[in-house]
């Protein structure tokens, strides 16, 4: 659902889309939730190749901001990982 509200936003402000640059727009800690996820996608086998493409503007945005796909770990906030305040 957030991919397609950013697709949405993007398309909106440009006219079309060039997903190469919807990566560029983004934070680092959100590039590296999208790897992240689309690579649980990869390895269970889902739209494998169109996810792939992916992997490969985000590994180009990435570069853009001066870092590698390998630095993305330290961007990343797992599943299960965030921990809720005591209220």
């Known amino acids: 659902a957030l ?3 950013l697709y949405h936003i993007n398309s909106s402000k440009n006219g079309g889309v060039n997903l190469a640059n919807f990566y560029d727009q983004l934070p680092v800690d959100m590039v590296a939730q999208f790897f992240y996820h689309i690579n649980k996608k990869i390895e269970q086998e889902k739209l494998s ?3 792939n ?3 490969e503007l985000i590994g180009k945005s990435v570069k ?3 870092l ?3 630095d993305l ?3 990343l906030i ?3 990982t ?3 305040a005591a209220h």
Request: proline share 4%; net charge positive.
């Open 82 to 84: 965030i921990q809720m």
């Open 73 to 75: 770990e330290q961007y």
């Open 64 to 66: 853009k901001k001066g």
């Open 3 to 5: 991919l397609c509200y």
């Open 53 to 55: 493409y992916e992997i």
């Open 49 to 51: 190749k169109s996810l």
């Open 78 to 80: 797992k599943p299960g």
């Open 68 to 70: 590698s796909v390998t």
